[in-house]
């Protein structure tokens, strides 16, 4: 078990004090040490806790097989979600466009590499970026001709119609007070986008500890729709729909099934993978339950 520094005695989302053991998981990705994840007794958010110190974070993102901070695909997962981004990159544009009302002037936080920045520049939007990790903001830079901030107070308190966060917020320490530094950033018609993933989907429960979506410890909060829905509403934020992200189902239970067999992916797994996304898919039909889903949210 990981020598953690942050312990999360207080809910974020409904402020609430009573915990409950969830699971145990383990990093994957980087260090192969293990975290507990704790759940709200109240509104059931999850929680990555202890954690390590905030200043400790940044180790936890350093490995090439974190795509999100690298154009480099070392494996095939890797090598599939590269080839599928183009596609959901114009799905994205086509998404915040039609939920536009004022000028395309848009911030990506946790913009990464700079991929849905530089798909947004080329369809006309007015483009701004925050990375916190400098890799990553070195690789957008480059990409997007632009410069990159580091945090959202480099922003000087500017506006924007659309803000979006694609898998971000459950990576983010001071997740209220990101929230209301969002807000003030966003116009009173903007609109925020927030995509995270959905540890109650079908693939959360059928991979329970081994579910990429976990992600431990790099994901800090592990979010359901009524606890998003709740805190939201505590920020004085409305939301206004939720859109699955169907694809998702089908990247997560891949790796997943790297996690389950030792981090093997033979062709075996793969196809078990492909049905277990398209069960996770099904059964969100009726449920909505999809394993990513972005909160459209307005003021």
């Given at each position: 078990m990981s020598s953690s520094g942050v312990t999360i005695s207080i809910c974020p989302a409904c402020g609430a004090s009573a915990?409950?053991?969830?699971?145990?998981?383990?990093?994957?990705?980087?260090?192969?040490?293990?975290?507990?994840?704790?759940?709200?007794?109240?509104?059931?958010?999850?929680?990555?806790?202890?954690?390590p110190l905030n200043d400790n974070l940044g180790k936890y993102y350093l490995?090439?097989?974190?795509?999100?901070?690298?154009?480099?695909?070392?494996?095939?997962?890797?090598r599939i979600y590269v080839f599928t981004r183009s596609f959901a990159l114009k799905w994205k544009?086509?998404?915040?466009?039609?939920?536009?009302?004022?000028?395309?002037?848009?911030?990506?936080?946790?913009?990464?590499?700079?991929n849905f920045l530089k798909a947004a520049h080329d369809a006309g939007w007015t483009i701004t970026g925050v990375e916190p990790s400098s890799i990553a903001r070195t690789a957008a830079q480059r990409n997007t001709g632009g410069t990159i901030a580091e945090s959202?107070?480099?922003?000087?308190?500017?506006?924007?119609?659309?803000?979006?966060l694609w898998h971000v917020l459950e990576h983010v320490p001071d997740l209220n007070e990101t929230l209301a530094k969002l807000k003030d950033l966003?116009?009173?018609?903007?609109?925020?986008?927030?995509?995270?993933?959905?540890?109650?989907?079908?693939?959360?429960?059928?991979?329970?500890?081994?579910?990429?979506?976990?992600?431990?410890?790099?994901?800090?909060?592990?979010?359901?729709?009524?606890?998003?829905?709740m805190l939201v509403?505590?920020?004085?934020?409305?939301?206004?729909?939720?859109?699955?992200?169907?694809?998702d189902a089908f990247y997560v239970s891949m790796l997943s099934e790297k996690y389950r067999n030792n981090q093997k992916l033979g062709l075996m797994?793969?196809?078990?993978?492909?049905?277990?996304?398209?069960?996770?898919?099904?059964?969100?039909?009726?449920?909505?339950?999809?394993?990513?889903?972005?909160?459209?949210?307005?003021?």
């Open positions: 915990w409950h053991p969830y699971l145990i998981c383990k990093d994957y990705t980087v260090s192969q040490e293990s975290f507990n994840l704790n759940e709200c007794r109240t509104c059931s958010l999850v929680v990555t806790s202890p954690r490995s090439d097989n974190y795509i999100s901070h690298t154009d480099k695909p070392a494996s095939v997962i890797d544009i086509k998404m915040i466009t039609r939920e536009l009302q004022g000028n395309k002037n848009l911030l990506d936080y946790g913009c990464g590499t700079g959202l107070d480099a922003l000087h308190n500017k506006r924007f119609s659309t803000i979006t966003l116009e009173e018609t903007g609109t925020l986008f927030i995509a995270v993933p959905n540890h109650t989907s079908y693939d959360g429960q059928r991979y329970k500890n081994r579910w990429a979506g976990y992600d431990v410890p790099r994901h800090l909060w592990h979010f359901a729709p009524e606890n998003m829905k509403s505590k920020h004085g934020l409305k939301l206004k729909r939720i859109t699955p992200m169907k694809l797994q793969m196809i078990l993978a492909f049905f277990a996304g398209w069960r996770s898919n099904a059964r969100a039909s009726k449920t909505g339950a999809y394993s990513s889903l972005i909160y459209i949210i307005t003021k």
